[in-house]
């Protein structure tokens, strides 16, 4: 595979330095750089004509809005990733370069950020030549106890089931982790330790890693002891361990299911980068709906787009006082599914291993949803999948 390609486009000497110098640790060549007072539509043309795989930009050099500029170089042929340096990590800057659709926002100390940022850009380069691989659902509570890990525990199983795939079920809740005790596994290891060792992770270590759950599922809990709630946010992981764990397990599982928890939190936004699409799990009460028409709003803003967001209603009453129509104008989104309530087989499931029999009112659910998920109709003959692009 051939290196990756820089193109710069700086004016303070610290900034060109931190490239120069991440660019040389990583034995990367700076194949094109912007001279001073250089016209903008010159230096288009070069990295039309040179085609770099990534060019920087500082905030105070740019020819417009920052959206134009973004724009401008990623349309170029080649279509590079454009990396933003600004002198500070401020947040309205911050989102401005998310909107703009920079790959990485880098802001002092930059020599550290820089380097940082250029180990993520060689990771996302290899996934993007890679083969296609197996694809990630994930399941957000907008807030506790909405039942997203009752859901996910039961999808992963489901796929696993009835569709035939290989199936890997992690538990991202690294401040409760429910989804082992739930399913009745046991491991001495964690996400934690797979993204400690992310960058060497292969088969033999990830067979250490995981355990056997119902109907052959593959279930990597939250860490090696159990979760307790009240103690502080765990340690946000580097975003290169985060995109490398996924690549390494897109590579392993047809479908790979995460639990991401409740709210918004920096630890699962790490993840959802990452993440093909995330259900976000409500019930009908009116702080779980307050709640996620926030938790919508908080994605968005912050550069999620709508097309990876599906809403579930979860506990859904048989005779609801509202419709879902009525619902989606509340919240402001579509409601892509509704759960409905069985108390009484989840109960019994947590006897057991933790899963309904597909013969209850939520098994039956489930096994719809994911009918949807691989892209069959199903039980309901329904046009519309979760993997299909809004």
């Not at 724009?71 to 340096?85: C, E």
């Not at 990590?89 to 880098?106: K, S, T, V």
């Given at each position: 595979?051939?290196?990756?390609?820089?193109?710069?486009?700086?004016?303070?000497?610290?900034?060109?330095?931190?490239?120069?110098?991440?660019?040389?640790?990583?034995?990367?060549?700076?194949?094109?750089?912007?001279?001073?007072?250089?016209?903008?539509?010159?230096?288009?043309n070069q990295v039309s004509r040179l085609r770099p795989d990534v060019v920087f930009i500082e905030t105070a050099r740019l020819w417009g809005p920052l959206y134009e500029a973004v724009g401008a170089l990623s349309s170029t042929d080649?279509?590079?990733?454009?990396?933003?340096?600004?002198?500070?990590?401020?947040?309205?800057?911050?989102?401005?370069?998310?909107?703009?659709?920079?790959?990485?926002?880098?802001?002092?100390?930059?020599?550290?950020?820089?380097?940082?940022?250029?180990?993520?850009?060689?990771?996302?380069?290899?996934?993007?030549?890679?083969?296609?691989?197996?694809?990630?659902?994930?399941?957000?509570?907008?807030?506790?106890?909405?039942?997203?890990?009752?859901?996910?525990?039961?999808?992963?199983?489901?796929?696993?089931?009835?569709?035939?795939?290989?199936?890997?079920?992690?538990?991202?809740?690294?401040?409760?982790?429910?989804?082992?005790?739930?399913?009745?596994?046991?491991?001495?290891?964690?996400?934690?330790?797979?993204?400690?060792?992310?960058?060497?992770?292969?088969?033999?270590?990830?067979?250490?890693?995981?355990?056997?759950?119902?109907?052959?599922?593959?279930?990597?809990?939250?860490?090696?002891?159990?979760?307790?709630?009240?103690?502080?946010?765990?340690?946000?992981?580097?975003?290169?361990?985060?995109?490398?764990?996924?690549?390494?397990?897109?590579?392993?599982?047809?479908?790979?299911?995460?639990?991401?928890?409740?709210?918004?939190?920096?630890?699962?936004?790490?993840?959802?980068?990452?993440?093909?699409?995330?259900?976000?799990?409500?019930?009908?009460?009116?702080p779980a709906l307050h709640r996620a028409r926030r938790t919508i709003r908080t994605l968005l803003n912050g550069g999620y787009t709508r097309d990876r967001m599906r809403l579930i209603v979860n506990r859904m009453p048989k005779h609801?006082?509202?419709?879902?129509?009525?619902?989606?104008?509340?919240?402001?989104?579509?409601?892509?599914?509704?759960?409905?309530?069985?108390?009484?087989?989840?109960?019994?499931?947590?006897?057991?291993?933790?899963?309904?029999?597909?013969?209850?009112?939520?098994?039956?659910?489930?096994?719809?949803?994911?009918?949807?998920?691989?892209?069959?109709?199903?039980?309901?003959?329904?046009?519309?999948?979760?993997?299909?692009?809004?």
């Amino acid at each position: 595979m051939e290196p990756l390609r820089i193109a710069i486009a700086l004016e303070t000497a610290e900034a060109k330095n931190a490239v120069r110098s991440a660019a040389q640790s990583h034995g990367l060549e700076v194949v094109l750089e912007q001279p001073p007072n250089a016209v903008a539509s010159e230096f288009l043309n070069q990295v039309s004509r040179l085609r770099p795989d990534v060019v920087f930009i500082e905030t105070a050099r740019l020819w417009g809005p920052l959206y134009e500029a973004v724009g401008a170089l990623s349309s170029t042929d080649g279509a590079p990733a454009v990396a933003v340096i600004h002198s500070s990590p401020d947040p309205e800057a911050i989102l401005e370069a998310m909107r703009a659709g920079a790959a990485e926002f880098i802001y002092p100390p930059l020599d550290h950020n820089t380097r940082r940022s250029l180990d993520r850009l060689l990771v996302l380069r290899e996934g993007r030549r890679r083969p296609a691989a197996g694809n990630t659902l994930a399941f957000l509570s907008v807030k506790g106890g909405c039942g997203a890990t009752t859901i996910a525990c039961h999808m992963a199983t489901e796929l696993q089931r009835s569709c035939g795939k290989s199936v890997l079920l992690a538990d991202f809740d690294r401040e409760l982790g429910m989804v082992a005790f739930l399913l009745k596994t046991k491991s001495q290891y964690g996400v934690a330790d797979a993204l400690e060792n992310a960058q060497r992770l292969d088969r033999s270590m990830w067979q250490a890693f995981v355990a056997a759950g119902p109907n052959g599922v593959h279930v990597l809990s939250a860490a090696a002891s159990e979760a307790t709630a009240g103690e502080s946010e765990p340690a946000v992981p580097a975003p290169d361990r985060v995109g490398r764990f996924f690549q390494f397990v897109r590579s392993q599982y047809d479908m790979t299911v995460v639990d991401l928890g409740r709210g918004v939190t920096r630890v699962n936004l790490s993840a959802m980068a990452d993440i093909d699409y995330t259900c976000l799990v409500t019930t009908m009460d009116i702080p779980a709906l307050h709640r996620a028409r926030r938790t919508i709003r908080t994605l968005l803003n912050g550069g999620y787009t709508r097309d990876r967001m599906r809403l579930i209603v979860n506990r859904m009453p048989k005779h609801a006082d509202v419709s879902v129509g009525e619902l989606e104008k509340m919240i402001e989104f579509p409601v892509y599914a509704t759960v409905p309530e069985d108390d009484p087989a989840v109960s019994d499931a947590y006897s057991r291993n933790g899963v309904v029999a597909p013969s209850t009112t939520l098994g039956r659910q489930i096994s719809v949803l994911a009918a949807r998920l691989t892209g069959q109709p199903g039980k309901e003959q329904r046009k519309f999948r979760l993997f299909a692009r809004a």
